[in-house]
């Protein structure tokens, strides 16, 4: 089992930055997709961005490029989304999860096995 737990999420103006954590624990795995995904009401949920745990590789939805980085600190065991400029677009219960089977990116939240709970992102304008 794999335990996911997102911190960081609040409420900031348009424009205006938050940073989001993911502390993972549990049992250890050794080529894994770390990635976060969000969900606005009335929405599915959908892809942001993923890190890989052998090769750092990142990926990041066309929505999000530019403004938001995903950064993994291997000491903490810990996977970082830092949102800059952002938007009332971007209001959102935030999820960090885990693939497991990582070979080739799959953005669909059915290709990760390990979930959080979410934490809440409000962008005010």
């Known amino acids: 089992q794999v335990q996911l737990v997102e911190s960081g999420g609040g409420l900031v103006q348009a424009g205006g930055s938050l940073r989001l954590s993911c502390a993972i624990s549990?049992?250890?795995?050794?080529?894994?997709?770390m990635g976060w995904f969000r969900q606005a009401p009335g929405k599915e949920r959908e892809f942001v961005a993923a890190?890989?745990?052998?090769?750092?590789?990142?990926y990041y939805a066309d929505s999000v490029k530019g403004r938001f980085s995903i950064s993994r600190d291997s000491a903490k065991n810990t996977v970082a989304l830092q949102m800059n400029s952002l938007n009332p677009e971007d209001t959102a219960v935030y999820y960090c999860?885990?693939?497991?089977?990582?070979?080739?990116?799959?953005?669909?939240?059915?290709?990760?096995?390990?979930w959080g709970k979410g934490t809440l992102v409000t962008v005010s304008s």
């Open positions: 999860a885990v693939d497991l089977n990582y070979q080739k990116l799959d953005r669909r939240a059915s290709a990760f096995d390990y």
């Open positions: 549990g049992r250890p795995f050794s080529s894994a997709l």
């Open positions: 890190l890989s745990k052998i090769g750092g590789a990142t």
